[in-house]
Each structure stands twice: as structure tokens, then as C-alpha cells.
């Protein structure tokens, strides 16, 4: 940002970040939704749905939902399929998902003989890390890769 970005006196959760990228990417999504797939809809397109989400109960009500996490399910299908192969890719500079975490996190997950090692990449960039072109270039060729290796010859 190279100007001040106050905050709106009806908005108490902006973010200069995100709401500057909800200007800019929704219009964009929903003329490729249009013009590009022939997708219509009278729904509203709603890039982050602020409503929806302030209804989570992060583990601090009865109901319990608590955080999102997908390790079990990641480790069982390791388990069940020695040959699949595990990318995550990350931004560097990504203060929402930092990279770290994930190294972490792959790190501790138990070792499964024979089964292909998690493979955790981070590019220049933040949580949209893509949106750099040197970065999408080099995330295009990394997935590239994965699937060609995946892909029998």
C-alpha cells in the first residue's frame, strides 16, 4: 500500500489487505465465471464470506467444531497408498499460512516405509504467493513435475 488505508467507520474487521484484494479479484472471478465458463447464477459471488465464518465455533462452544485440520486424513492416505505424493506449496512471506508450520508439521508425522517423502516448497511471495509471475512460473513447473512423476510412463 502506498496510502493510507483508514478504516471504514461500518467495518470492524477490515483488513487493508484482503478487502483491497476483494475489490480487486471478485469482479475478476466473476467475469471468468461468465465470460469464460458460461457459468450464471442471480447468488451473489462472495470472495470471503465474513458472515459465514464468524459463525465457527473454534472449539469454545458445546458443539466443539473446533479448528480445521486435515493430519489424520493425510497420514491414512500415505498409509493406504505408499505412491502418493504429498506438495504444499507456500509464500514466504504468508502471514495467514505461515510455511513454517507445514515444514513443522510434515516433520512429525510418523515415518511409512516405503512411502514417498512430503515435499513443501515455498516461493517469493505472500498467501497468494501465484499472483507473483516469477512465482506462478516456478509453482507451474513444480506441480508439472509432481505430476508427470505421478503419471506412468
Not at 505461515?98 to 516433520?107: D, H, N, R, T
Not at 515415518?111 to 506462478?136: C, K, Q, T
Amino acid at each position: 500500500m502506498s496510502v493510507p488505508a483508514p478504516q471504514p467507520e461500518d467495518n470492524e474487521h477490515f483488513d487493508p489487505i484482503l478487502d483491497g484484494a476483494i475489490t480487486a479479484l471478485r469482479p475478476a472471478v466473476v467475469n471468468y465465471l461468465r465470460q469464460e465458463l458460461g457459468f450464471r447464477t442471480d447468488l451473489e459471488y462472495r470472495l470471503l464470506n465474513r458472515e459465514t465464518g464468524g459463525h465457527w465455533d473454534f472449539g469454545t462452544k458445546p458443539s466443539r467444531q473446533g479448528y480445521a485440520g486435515s493430519l489424520g486424513e493425510l497420514e491414512k492416505a500415505r498409509v493406504r497408498n505408499g505412491r502418493l505424493k504429498i506438495f504444499i506449496a507456500h509464500g514466504y512471506t504468508d502471514l495467514v499460512t505461515p510455511y513454517a508450520m507445514s515444514q513443522y508439521l510434515a516433520s512429525q508425522m510418523k515415518p511409512i516405509e516405503g512411502a514417498a517423502p512430503i515435499d513443501v516448497r515455498v516461493y517469493r511471495g505472500g498467501h497468494m504467493m501465484y499472483l507473483r509471475p516469477a512465482s506462478r512460473a516456478e509453482l507451474s513447473r513444480d506441480a508439472r513435475g509432481l505430476y508427470e512423476a505421478a503419471t506412468p510412463q
